[in-house]
């Protein structure tokens, strides 16, 4: 049973627009959410993260938002770099009871074209 | 520093095979996670351990797989008589272990094909 939702496989995005990549999550028990990024052949890097105590996050390019009551949360990447093209991947935890364990969706491929 | 790091980088082996995957945290981390991921598929909590308490086994598919921790060093992840379904990209990931708000750093991961 999937927890963690991404319903988009794939987003194609001009260089310097916006990327914005969703996920959904089905566990209200989830408090801490983090969206990774994963190039080929290597692991997933962390990007950015989020308590639930907060509905947003940002740092620098990226920004993390929260809606508890729709369970659901994104990212955005503003401008958007040909760089930026890999493999997201959202994240949640429920610390309380599942101490690290992370729940990862499918992942969106982003590609940022020139 | 070194980053995590994973042998072998692919494996490949027969159906019934057993076999060994290895994991060398970042100096100091004292949490270590071991996931998989299937093609097509999201990463697939395995296996957690932190520091001398009992792991966290409860990912684990089947008794074929089992892990162990030198410590608060190495680990290995055992899959014993190998089957198709167990094709993958295994992750290993560490984390400081001192907290509840911490960043897990990956390994690049061991390709096992079952032929």
């Known amino acids: 049973d999937q927890q963690v939702k991404q319903n988009s496989p794939s987003l194609s995005v001009q260089e310097g627009r916006i990327s914005i990549l969703n996920c959904d999550y089905t566990n209200s028990m989830f408090d801490y959410f983090l969206w990774y990024k994963k190039y080929p052949a290597e692991g997933p890097t962390f990007l950015i993260s989020i308590s639930s105590i907060k509905d947003k996050n940002e740092d620098g390019r990226f920004t993390v938002f929260l809606n508890k009551s729709a369970k659901h949360l994104s990212l955005h990447i503003v401008p958007s770099q040909p760089g930026d093209s890999a493999v997201y991947f959202c994240a949640a935890s429920d610390r309380r009871s599942t101490l690290g364990r992370l729940y990862f969706g499918r992942g969106t491929q982003l590609t940022v074209w020139p | 520093g070194a980053g995590v790091s994973q042998s072998p980088s692919n494996k490949v082996t027969e159906k019934g095979k057993d076999v060994e995957l290895r994991c060398d945290p970042i100096s100091g981390h004292t949490a270590l996670y071991w996931y998989r991921q299937r093609l097509g598929q999201g990463l697939e909590f395995l296996i957690y351990?932190?520091?001398?308490?009992?792991?966290?086994k409860s990912g684990l598919p089947s008794d074929r797989f089992s892990a162990e921790r030198t410590g608060e060093s190495v680990s290995t992840l055992t899959i014993q008589r190998t089957q198709q379904e167990d094709s993958a990209v295994y992750l290993c990931?560490?984390?400081?272990?001192?907290?509840?708000?911490?960043?897990?750093?990956f390994g690049p991961g061991t390709r096992l094909l079952v032929l």
């Open positions: 351990f932190q520091g001398n308490s009992a792991p966290d």
């Open positions: 990931a560490s984390s400081l272990g001192q907290g509840l708000q911490e960043t897990q750093y």
